[in-house]
């Protein structure tokens, strides 16, 4: 009876090249996990110092760790009769209001206010990481659109330029805005007369279509009249 070669087993080295060449292959076409990267969802706010930045992330890892408890509006939370609202909300809101009033305590109602509060010391930055806290998403909704002024006679907010350059752009911006999207009113208006009307619902989509275009029209309109009665002057 014969007997079966053994199979040689492949050198040291070799085994270990077939191994690597394995995970190599089976990572393919799939990314880091969160485990794997350590990067939080959150991005660590642009005023944490270099060195800070790590310390940041870990916290930030800490405060996204899965702790397998509900979490916003079905989280239970034991609270303080203390610091408990009252069941009349609108009273809380009064009795905050009169007490601002009586300490004569200044609210700001623009940027440029808020900027002039926080140089006379009314308000203080707070770090971004402390001993025993964190500030986690704070800020992250904040754009690059520029400041408004609160003009309390017209009831709008003015966006303010740094020149009458930005405040050019700005209105022939929205200028240029108008013509193309009059156009494609147009062409839907066009559209819809040529649809029967038992294509009601084709109708409707062409109607809600055209009412969008001319509100989008109105309003560039309306921010272009604004930005001229504040900055053609």
Same mark, same amino acid.
């Given at each position: 009876m014969p007997i079966p070669k053994r199979r040689a087993r492949?050198?040291?080295?070799?085994?270990?090249?077939?191994?690597?060449?394995?995970?190599?292959?089976?990572?393919? =076409?799939? +990314?880091? #996990?969160?485990?794997?990267?350590?990067?939080?969802?959150?991005?660590?706010?642009?005023? $944490?110092?270099? @060195?800070?930045?790590?310390?940041?992330?870990?916290a930030a890892l800490k405060v996204e760790e899965d702790r397998h408890e509900a979490m916003g509006r079905q989280a239970k939370v034991d609270i303080p009769s203390e610091l408990r609202h009252y069941a009349n909300r609108h009273r809380f809101l009064a009795i905050q209001v009169a007490e601002s009033r009586e300490q004569e305590l200044q609210t700001p109602r623009d940027y440029p206010e808020l900027v002039q509060l926080i140089r006379e010391g009314g308000l203080v930055e707070m770090k971004a990481l402390g001993d025993d806290y964190?500030?986690? =998403?704070? +800020?992250? #909704?904040?754009?690059?659109?520029?400041?408004?002024?609160?003009?309390?006679?017209?009831? $709008?907010?003015? @966006?303010?330029?740094?020149?009458?350059?930005?405040?050019?752009?700005?209105?022939?911006?929205?200028?240029?805005?108008?013509?193309?999207?009059?156009?494609?009113v147009a062409l839907w208006k066009g559209e819809r007369s040529r649809v029967p009307a038992s294509q009601k619902r084709r109708r409707a989509i062409l109607l809600s279509r055209i009412r969008a275009g001319e509100n989008q029209i109105a309003d560039a309109r309306k921010k272009m009249d604004r930005l001229a009665w504040y900055n053609q002057d």
């Open positions: 492949p050198s040291k080295p070799r085994a270990l090249l077939i191994g690597a060449l394995a995970a190599f292959l089976s990572s393919c =076409g799939r +990314g880091p #996990s969160r485990e794997e990267s350590k990067a939080p969802v959150e991005s660590p706010p642009a005023n $944490v110092p270099k @060195p800070d930045v790590e310390t940041w992330k870990n964190v500030l986690y =998403g704070v +800020g992250s #909704s904040a754009t690059s659109a520029p400041f408004t002024h609160y003009d309390a006679q017209r009831d $709008v907010d003015v @966006p303010l330029y740094g020149g009458y350059d930005e405040f050019e752009d700005e209105y022939n911006r929205l200028a240029a805005s108008i013509d193309p999207m009059a156009s494609q």
